[in-house]
Structures are given as C-alpha cells and as structure tokens.
C-alpha cells in the first residue's frame, strides 16, 4: 500500500478514535496509534497490519510532555514527519455539576485542554515545516 501521508491519532486504542486509526489507514495515510494503554494500541496497529495499512503502537499520556515528546519521535523516525493529527483523546467523567470534585475537575482540564496544546506544540513543527 502507498503510504500518503503520516497522522497521529491520540486515544486510538478505543472507541472513536479507533475507528478514525483504522479509516485513516485503509484510506493509505500511516498512523501512530497513540494510547495510555499500551496494549490496545499494539491491537489496533496489527489490526491495520493485518489489511496491509502502516501503524505503530506509541504509549503516553497527553497530559505528559515528556511521554509524548518521546512518542513524537519514535513516530517520526519509524514512519516520517506528521502531517495529520487528530487530537482525539480526552476523558469525561459524567457526574453531576454539583457533585464533581476539584480532582475531577482538575484532571479533566489537565487532559482536555492541556493535553490537546501539548500534542499539538509537539506535532506542530513538521506541519510548518512542510507548509502544510
Ligand atoms: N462518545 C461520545 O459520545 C463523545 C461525545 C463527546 C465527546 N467525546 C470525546 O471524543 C473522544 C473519544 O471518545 P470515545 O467515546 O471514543 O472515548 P473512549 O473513552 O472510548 O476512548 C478514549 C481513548 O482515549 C484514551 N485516553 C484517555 N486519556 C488519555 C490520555 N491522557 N492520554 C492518552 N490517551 C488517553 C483512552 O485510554 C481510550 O483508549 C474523547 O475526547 C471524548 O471526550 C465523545
């Protein structure tokens, strides 16, 4: 399969952002399957393997740069720069307004917002750097 371009898929190891991983691979974009869990990620990059797609498993947490400043890389140099991120993961915890505490709050927009600007920092500089 040609490899198009290269994307990032954070959370990819579930849910939506599995789906969009192995759609953007069946479409010949190569993907880093990034996760928290490590094994569901590895599940999904054979899955792609299995139909001939390009994928690698990355482990980390968004809300970490030092994980991700890792998982980046390891991208980078096992399939190219990145030209695609879909800044997929996130967490909610569904309970009342009034019932939330300060640590639900706190890790919500640790991983929501900071999560999301940290990925993005990261992955920015090969964007601008192809002028894309
Ligand atoms: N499903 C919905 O109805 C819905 C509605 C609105 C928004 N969303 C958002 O869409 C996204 C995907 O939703 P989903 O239902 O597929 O979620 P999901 O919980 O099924 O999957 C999310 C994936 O993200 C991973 N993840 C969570 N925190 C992470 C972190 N800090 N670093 C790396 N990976 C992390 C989880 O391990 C999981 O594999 C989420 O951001 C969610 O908040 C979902």
């Known amino acids: 399969m040609r490899i198009a371009h290269v994307a990032l898929v954070t959370g990819g190891a579930?849910?939506?952002?599995?789906?969009?991983?192995?759609?953007?691979?069946?479409?010949?974009?190569?993907?880093?399957?990034l996760d928290l869990v490590e094994d569901a990620a590895a599940a999904v990059a054979?899955?792609?393997?299995?139909?001939g797609g390009a994928a690698v498993?990355?482990?980390?947490?968004?809300?970490?740069?030092?994980?991700i400043a890792q998982a980046v890389e390891r991208l980078r140099e096992t399939l190219g720069p990145i030209a695609i991120l879909v800044n997929n993961a996130g967490i909610s915890d569904y309970v009342p307004f009034m019932d939330m505490t300060d640590a639900q709050w706190?890790?919500?927009?640790?991983?929501?917002?900071?999560?999301?600007?940290?990925?993005?920092?990261?992955?920015?500089?090969?964007?601008?750097?192809?002028?894309?």
């Open 46 to 51: 054979d899955e792609i393997a299995g139909f």
């Open 57 to 67: 498993a990355l482990s980390g947490d968004i809300a970490r740069r030092d994980t």
């Open 14 to 33: 579930a849910g939506i952002g599995r789906a969009i991983a192995l759609r953007l691979a069946r479409d010949g974009i190569a993907v880093g399957v």
């Open 106 to 132: 706190d890790r919500m927009m640790e991983v929501n917002l900071k999560g999301t600007f940290i990925v993005t920092q990261t992955v920015l500089p090969d964007m601008i750097d192809a002028r894309w």
